[in-house]
């Protein structure tokens, strides 16, 4: 893959592309509201006529993020869907017919934050109390700080005792909020993983969301599309494996990488280091989603 290209600012982008599938925490906002520039350049897209997606990992419905996207002043009428890995999780449940889904019971323990249970109803799980009586842990959200990956170790040991398998639907390891990262659903996923524990994943980089955007967008073709956003894990390489562009956006999760002042050879060095530490290469690298 050639070397990617670095931009001082989105226009050349808007330029290039007919349609933008757009991450949304590190890219769109902090977890608390808009970064600077980001309402602008939606609107300036939206008014040239050209398809915005978003595409989340959040566990939550597609309905939940697109309530929380308006309270912190995005205008919903810019997007043609909001996709998130929940919704998509919850469809794949409603279904039953493709992996992974069809290859999980019935009883299930739900992992969630603020009690969330949107994400099993009217599918046909049963959701248990006590994790001896489940088939599978779903795992769609974890709790916010103070709470840390320890505090679940007990349920997740439970679990590995057991051999029950664990759908994630938030792949994610870390999550921008404010100028912090906080606990992710991911983090729990690989661990279990590594203790030997079985997982499937719904999500980015996964296959499933990215068949969702192209539903939304049809009748343009993968060369005319870009996917944004600042986890070269997922954002990137889910861009690189559908086929699709990627600009990578380096204010988010590794702004720790790109410190003010860097020079563009370091930031190049950077992008390469990132690329083979996580797998994903994008063809465009931008400081944000400013014009």
Known sequence: MPQPQLLSGFAPLAERYDAFILDQWGVLHDGIRPYPGVLDTLERLHRAGKKIVLLSNSGRRAEFSARQLARRG???S?????????????????HRKEPPFTGFGRRCLLVTRDGDRTVAEGVGLDLVDDVEDAEFIYLSGVEPPPVVAED?????????????PILCTNPDLVAVSGTDLALAPGTLAV???????RVAYVGKPHAPVYRACRTALPGIAASAIVCVGDSTAHDIKGANDAGLASAFVTNGIHAAEFPPGTDDEAKLAAVEHLARSHGGRPDWVIPSLAW
């Open 74 to 76: 995005f205008d919903l």
């Open 78 to 94: 810019q997007f043609s869907a909001v996709v998130t890995s929940g919704e998509t999780g919850w469809q794949g449940f409603r």
């Open 152 to 164: 679940y170790s007990p349920l997740l040991d439970k679990a590995l005792a057991l051999g029950l």
């Open 191 to 197: 661990r279990y993983e590594a203790a030997g524990g």
